[in-house]
Each structure stands twice: as C-alpha cells, then as structure tokens.
C-alpha cells in the first residue's frame, strides 16, 4: 500500500509541475496555434526562473534571431540592436543567469497568428534576485516577440526587450544617426516603387520577410500581419504595379546597425501618393514605417516592416 501511495504522490508531483511548465488547458478565444506558441514562451520563463540557458533558448530560431531593445520606449526612434544572432544572445543571457535568480510571472497580453507567422507582448513582473548578495529589485517588463512556424514548431525568430507604453512619449534621448548603408537601401527600395518596378522592389526583401499595418498607430495590439513572406508580398507587387503608379517620399529619421554589422533598424517619415493608370484619382498618406534588416545572405534585406505607424506625442 505504501509503494502505491508514493507512486501516486510521485505521478501527481509530475503532473503538476509539467503543467506549470507546459500549460494546455485550451481558453475559448485559443486555437492550437496560440496553445503551442504560449507552451514556447513558458518554457522561455521556465528557463530564467530556473537559471537554465538552453531551457529558455529551446524554441528560438538559430538561424534567423535577432534581439532588439526598446530602451524603456514604446517609440521605434529609440530602438537598437542588442544581439545579432542567437550564440550572442545565449552568452549575454548565460552570463545574466549566472548573476542574477529570475522569481518572476509572466502575462501573455497579445497573441496575433496569420499562417505561419505569429506576434506576441508578454509582461513579466517579479524579482530580480542577486545570487551572492540576495539583493531583490522589482521587475515589470513588457516584451515584444515573433515568432515563425517551422516543422509543426513555432520559433522565437525576435525579441524586443524593454518595450514602454504610451506614457513614456516620444523618444527624446541622443540622435541614433543615419548609417549609409542601410539609407542606401531605403533610399533604393522608394526609387523602385517609383519606376514601377516589382522586382526592384522585391530585391529588398528576405525570403521570410513580414509585413504589418499598423493603422495608424503605435500599440501592437491594433497592428495586422499583412505579408507572411516575400512571395505573398511579389504577388500582391505584380497585381498592384500593373494597375497603380506611386510616388514614395521617404526621409530617414534614424538607421543603425549592430555592432557585428549583421542586423540593423530604421525608422522613416513617409508621404505615399497612389494614382490608378487608367484614371484621374489620386490618394495620399503620411505616417512613419519601421524597418528591420539583415545581412545574413551578404547584402541587407528587409527583414520586417511595419507600415502607417503613428508616433506618439509628447500629450500622451
């Protein structure tokens, strides 16, 4: 009887801590999709409480990772590069763990899947313990996750740290400059949408490349996935070029590259006027757009765009 009892206690000990590791129990809004994406960033927050390296890294995307930081900021002006590919990110991170207990929970505010992409906000609060002193700090952290479905997984393919909110206003901070190479880019990319060019335009691009709209505003939680990869977006290219001419005025506000010069970020003012070939209406918008690069292939593709953002102003 007494080796049944310990069995049992040990079977319920498993289950119990598999599902605080693995949760699965499926919410009304939930699909599979947003099951196995929430399964990933609790085995991300697993990892930290624990201090366990490869436990966090399990489900990110060797190959296409890159980690940005907000810098406290809800406006992409004050965006950078933190970490260019994933062995950078591990021994940041491997070297953090090794200095610092993570007692933390985390909120998953935001989940947004169209095909085989995804996007995520996460908040985590807790503590931030020192391991020789036991020194705690209070931590209430918002991140910003994509994700890209590859063999039935889905992967952490970014990571922008420290995200603000509306209160924090627009980036104030130091000037970022303009790096010529990726201005260069930019300043291509407006001039083949100007000759009409689909596949000038589409040379910008990665073969993974997403598109987001986000309609006008600065908050994730309004903005679309629009192109889930660059074939998607040539097609959409082809149809529209035929029909639409365009005149893209850009300026560049700031575009940075990481130090290994392998990722880099860009924000942009732009002013997009759109006249139909076989008649006489002509549409216009101003906004700002984000960018995202990478020179994995040797040259710099987009990596990502968000399109129609609205900065926020000092008011809000």
Same mark, same amino acid.
């Given at each position: 009887?007494?080796?049944?009892?310990?069995?049992?206690?040990?079977?319920?000990?498993?289950?119990?801590?598999?599902?605080?590791?693995?949760?699965?129990?499926?919410?009304?809004?939930?699909?599979?999709?947003?099951?196995?994406?929430?399964?990933?960033?609790?085995?991300?927050?697993?990892?930290?409480?624990?201090?366990?390296?490869?436990?966090?890294?399990?489900?990110? *995307?060797?190959?296409?990772?890159?980690?940005?930081?907000?810098?406290?900021?809800?406006?992409?002006?004050?965006?950078?590069?933190?970490?260019?590919?994933?062995? @950078?990110?591990?021994?940041?991170?491997?070297?953090?763990?090794?200095?610092?207990?993570?007692?933390?929970?985390?909120?998953?505010?935001?989940?947004?899947?169209?095909?085989?992409?995804?996007?995520?906000?996460?908040?985590?609060?807790?503590?931030?313990? *020192?391991?020789? @002193?036991?020194?705690?700090?209070?931590?209430?952290?918002?991140?910003?996750?994509?994700?890209?479905?590859?063999?039935?997984?889905?992967?952490? @393919?970014?990571?922008?740290?420290?995200?603000?909110?509306?209160?924090?206003?627009?980036?104030?901070?130091?000037?970022?400059?303009?790096?010529?190479?990726?201005?260069?880019?930019?300043?291509?990319?407006?001039?083949?949408?100007?000759?009409?060019?689909?596949?000038?335009?589409?040379?910008?691009?990665?073969?993974?490349?997403?598109?987001?709209?986000?309609?006008?505003?600065?908050?994730?939680?309004?903005?679309?996935?629009?192109?889930?990869?660059?074939?998607?977006?040539?097609?959409?290219?082809?149809?529209?070029?035929?029909?639409?001419?365009?005149?893209?005025?850009?300026?560049?506000?700031?575009?940075?590259?990481?130090?290994?010069?392998?990722?880099?970020?860009?924000?942009?003012?732009?002013?997009?006027?759109?006249?139909?070939?076989?008649?006489?209406?002509?549409?216009?918008?101003?906004?700002?757009?984000?960018?995202?690069?990478?020179?994995?292939?040797?040259?710099?593709?987009?990596?990502?765009?968000?399109?129609?953002?609205?900065?926020? @102003?000092?008011?809000?």
């Amino acid at each position: 009887m007494t080796t049944l009892v310990n069995r049992r206690r040990n079977i319920l000990v498993w289950v119990i801590g598999a599902a605080c590791i693995f949760p699965v129990e499926k919410l009304p809004a939930e699909t599979t999709e947003t099951i196995l994406i929430r399964q990933a960033l609790e085995k991300d927050r697993s990892g930290r409480r624990r201090g366990v390296v490869e436990l966090v890294l399990s489900q990110y *995307d060797g190959n296409r990772f890159v980690r940005y930081s907000a810098n406290g900021m809800i406006d992409p002006l004050g965006w950078r590069v933190r970490n260019e590919t994933l062995t @950078s990110y591990a021994d940041a991170l491997g070297q953090d763990l090794r200095i610092y207990r993570y007692d933390i929970q985390r909120s998953v505010t935001l989940i947004s899947v169209r095909l085989d992409k995804a996007f995520v906000t996460t908040v985590d609060k807790g503590l931030v313990i *020192d391991r020789n @002193s036991g020194a705690e700090q209070a931590l209430d952290v918002t991140r910003l996750w994509t994700f890209r479905k590859e063999d039935d997984e889905w992967l952490v @393919s970014a990571l922008v740290d420290s995200l603000g909110d509306l209160a924090t206003g627009p980036y104030t901070g130091a000037a970022g400059g303009v790096d010529e190479d990726i201005a260069m880019v930019l300043k291509a990319e407006a001039q083949a949408w100007n000759s009409g060019s689909a596949a000038g335009v589409i040379d910008h691009y990665d073969g993974e490349y997403v598109g987001y709209d986000a309609y006008h505003t600065i908050l994730p939680a309004t903005w679309l996935i629009t192109f889930n990869d660059a074939e998607e977006f040539e097609d959409w290219l082809d149809k529209r070029l035929s029909l639409t001419s365009y005149d893209v005025q850009r300026e560049i506000l700031h575009a940075s590259k990481g130090a290994g010069g392998l990722a880099a970020v860009a924000l942009t003012r732009e002013k997009v006027t759109a006249k139909y070939r076989g008649g006489t209406a002509v549409h216009s918008q101003e906004g700002y757009a984000f960018w995202t690069l990478s020179r994995g292939g040797g040259s710099w593709k987009v990596t990502n765009l968000v399109q129609k953002l609205q900065r926020p @102003s000092a008011q809000e």
